[in-house]
T-cell receptor, first 108, second 115 residues
Framework: GQQVQQSPTSLVLQEGENAELQCNFS?????MQWFYQRPGGSLISVFY???GTKQSGRLTSTTVIKERRSSLHISSSQITDSGTYLC??????????FGSGTQLTVMP | DTTVKQNPRYKLARVGKPVNLICSQT?????MYWYQKKPNQAPKLLLF???????READTFEKFQSSRPNNSFCSLYIGSAGLEYSAMYLC??????????????FGSGTRLTVL
């Protein structure tokens, strides 16, 4: 089965609303990363967070290893937050295993 | 310059014809990767070079070739394109053989359409 599962598949918000993206993994991990891709843009690493909570501006990532999950919280969403958010883990070897992504659309 | 450059941005190919995609980085990274991404699917690792050593995934071993003539440059070669090869191809690079996953940098991708 799929080792990394993301939910929801897509999310539509009004500007100013908060977003909660989930990543569940079925194996132990060495690393956990969240990536963001603007339409037509590169995948950009937004968080490297193998455990605990990290915050950067309006973004907060929390990884709970015991529960095999990580979340990405976006507060006060903006139109420019629209895009695809991918989580990826490495387990055993250091190669990244990606989820299928969450497509976020923030409307004005 | 922390960018990974990919050329071309869009590529159209005919079934049965070869395809060559190009990637470059100037960060002196020792590892370069090629991923394939199809709509609503996770990026799938095809192969990677650690220095001069090529590692190919078992299920894509015979479908993709690659070369890395120098540290900065890496190509992805498809000998005979099939319709199933239509996808976005993402190049990435990292230092320390990828052990520092936080230093993985991606290019903007090449969208390949096979007709």
């Amino acid at each position: 089965g799929q080792q990394v599962q993301q939910s929801p598949t897509s999310l539509v918000l009004q500007e100013g609303e908060n977003a909660e993206l989930q990543c569940n993994f079925s194996t132990s991990l060495n690393s956990m990363q969240w990536f963001y891709q603007r339409p037509g843009g590169s995948l950009i690493s937004v968080f490297y967070n193998p455990s605990g909570t990290k915050q950067s501006g309006r973004l907060t990532s929390t990884t709970v290893i015991k529960e095999r999950r990580s979340s990405l919280h976006i507060s006060s969403s903006q139109i420019t937050d629209s895009g695809t958010y991918l989580c990826a883990i490495s387990s055993g070897s250091w190669q990244l295993i990606f989820g299928s992504g969450t497509q976020l659309t923030v409307m004005p | 310059d922390t960018t990974v450059k990919q050329n071309p941005r869009y590529k159209l190919a005919r079934v049965g014809k070869p395809v060559n995609l190009i990637c470059s980085q100037t960060m002196n990274h020792d590892t370069m990767y090629w991923y394939q991404k199809k709509p609503n699917q996770a990026p799938k690792l095809l192969l990677f070079y650690y220095d001069k050593i090529l590692n190919r995934e078992a299920d894509t071993f015979e479908k993709f070739q690659s070369s890395r003539p120098n540290n900065s440059f890496c190509s992805l070669y498809i000998g005979s394109a099939g319709l199933e090869y239509s996808a976005m191809y993402l190049c990435a690079s990292s230092r320390d053989g990828g052990r520092s996953a936080e230093t993985l940098y991606f290019g903007s991708g090449t969208r390949l359409t096979v007709l």
